[in-house]
């Protein structure tokens, strides 16, 4: 599937060239997304980064799914794509660690805070995989705009992640596309027997 040149970042696994693509749907504050991340860093990686099985057969890129009806959704994902920004190597180590910190961010934690204070408290999670002074950078990408309902800048990515979304009737995370369709027996809950299995049956190369 197609992507940006900015979000090369979000190929979290497998090189860019592979002629098969996994594309995962993943929301930040959804816990069967927080879930599959965790098979992805421990079951796909492996399989599709150098030396793995499927290395240079099959990429996988994170697809960031803003589910509308998670308050914050929004801004996980807009500091996620600062860092892929500012720091892309960290791009998924970031994003693992913003799964694991997810219910920092649900919608009754989150109620108490301003939207300010949510990215500063992004910024903070972020600054440990980063530094200071990529956070600082990170930070200003996400400063507000100096004219009303201009965003911020990486407003433009997030459409992108967004409109692509909406253009292949992606609603809910996680979903997941092998080479375009959507792969609907694939579920959070699987391990290295079914990841393993469904390769199998479906690399071509």
Known sequence: MALQPSLRPLIIAGRHDAPHTLDIFLD???PYSAKLSLAIDSVLKPLLDAGGKYDGKVKAIMRLQVQPWHGSSMFTHEAALAVARVAPEQFWKFS???FK???DFF????STMTPL???EKLVELAQQFIGPDKAS???ELLKLKSTPNGGIAVTDDLKYTIKFSRQNGVHVSPTVLWDGLIAGEISSSWGEKEWTEFLTSKVAV
């Open 137 to 139: 950078d990170m930070k």
């Open 107 to 110: 919608d009754i934690p989150a």
């Open 96 to 98: 693992l660690a913003l």
């Open 117 to 119: 204070q949510i990215r």
């Open 101 to 103: 910190s997810q219910t």
């Open 28 to 30: 930040y504050v959804c």
